[in-house]
């Protein structure tokens, strides 16, 4: 089968590997038929997730028909057509039976690595290093979905692959980022760094929750214009002092709740931006945090600052004064796809959102290493990428 291979930082190829077998009883085989490119992939392009190898196969945003079916699967078929989260969860241990589907105590067989740089280790990731299982992702034309009955959720509507297939990953990712603010109908302001595909869904999330007002961040004019869109203000920090205009934009005491949908690789300037970059390059840090000192800086007295962008180590030049002078509360973490797959899908069901929005680029999998880099590089309006495995 074709699939999209890492090849190491900032090479990534389409090439032949093998199609994937049953290794378990309880797993199934999915003929993938639609993919798509995640923020999150383009971290592994950068090389600055560790204990990524030449050949993994990358992808987990996925969905496609069940080919093939293990003797202990009970709740799923051959021609079921499926969306399968991005973390991957046993439903058996304590954390999957409280929801908590992302830490999964026995999906990550590779559990020691991630307890070795964290101290813990959460679930298995598709497509997403060894330390977090090295399970084969899905931008290919076929993938094993362990724990099958858990981790493939069946899709019984009409709706169009580009209408659910993001039910995988950004839409409940920015809909736990809204949630967990704890927003106040009508009252509280949200803002969102970062207006990349997690911060789109983020800000129609927050907005779907009640909040009265909600300001987007970033630098991007397409970006900043599909916010627009969707009726929030926007702030372009390039053309004025993001933590200025948040505090003119809501009488001087700060957004409520700010989201950072950004993580790891923050743009931005000044000395802080500066060092951060100097210090990635140098294999001294892994994070460049612009978005979340901007978050807890412009953040409310008893706000709550929550990330859903990713990161990876430990950082440092972090203003945790002013976070216990204003008493904020943060909320972070993978997110627990499973538990907002049947919640969401109604809101796309009764039309109150349509996720199809956020696509830019529709293209082939043999396209997908020149559109990596278009994402990455933010050239050509690209926001979002969906690929066909077949085409």
């Known amino acids: 089968m074709k699939a999209i291979i890492w090849q190491g930082t900032n090479k990534v190829g389409v090439e032949t590997v093998p199609d994937p077998t049953l290794l378990l009883p309880t797993d199934v085989i999915v003929k993938i038929t639609s993919t798509a490119i995640c923020g999150s992939d383009l971290h592994l392009l950068d090389g600055v997730i560790p204990s990524m190898e030449k050949g993994d196969i990358l992808g987990h945003e996925f969905m496609g028909e069940i080919v093939e ?6 709740k799923l078929k051959a021609g079921d057509r499926v969306i399968v989260p991005f973390n991957i969860a046993c439903g ?3 954390p999957c039976q409280r929801g908590l589907f992302s830490a999964c105590d026995n999906s990550n067989p590779n559990h020691r690595m991630a307890e070795a740089l964290y101290g813990a280790s959460g679930g298995g990731l598709f497509g997403y290093s060894h330390m977090y299982g090295g399970y084969a992702g899905g931008q290919a034309q076929f993938v094993r979905v362990p724990f099958a009955d858990i981790n493939a959720h069946r899709i019984e509507t009409d709706l ?3 209408q659910v297939l993001f039910l995988t990953d950004i839409f409940p990712t920015g809909y736990q980022a809204a949630e967990q603010c704890g927003i106040q109908p009508g009252r509280d302001v949200v803002a969102v760094f970062g207006a990349g595909p997690v911060g789109q869904f983020a800000a129609r999330s927050a907005l779907m929750l009640g909040a009265a007002h909600v300001i987007v961040v970033d630098r991007v ?3 900043l214009a599909m916010a627009e869109a969707a009726g929030c203000q926007t702030i372009n920090y390039e053309q004025e002092d993001a933590l200025v205009a948040l505090r ?13 949908a950004v993580g790891m690789e923050a743009h931005g300037h000044g000395p802080g931006a500066l060092v951060d970059t100097a210090k990635q390059r140098l294999r001294l840090s892994f994070d460049r945090i612009t978005a979340l000192r901007w978050a807890l800086l412009s953040c409310a007295k008893g706000g709550t600052v929550s990330l859903p962008g990713v990161y990876g180590g430990l950082i440092d030049k972090v203003p945790m004064g002013a976070a216990f002078a204003k008493g904020l509360t943060f909320r972070m973490g993978q997110t627990h796809t499973h538990r907002y797959v049947a919640p969401l ?3 796309i069901e009764s039309g109150e959102i349509d996720p199809s929005f956020v696509i830019t680029h529709r293209a082939a999998l043999d396209d997908a290493p020149e559109l990596y880099r278009t994402f990455r590089d933010k050239h050509d309006g690209c926001i979002k990428v969906v690929l066909n495995p077949w085409a």
């Open 345 to 347: 899908l109604s809101r």
């Open 160 to 162: 169009r692959d580009e």
């Open 92 to 94: 058996l241990c304590d």
């Open 69 to 74: 079916v293990g003797r202990d699967v009970k």
């Open 248 to 260: 003119e934009a809501t009488g001087g005491r700060g957004p409520d709740h700010v989201i950072d």
């Open 221 to 223: 004019p397409e970006r």
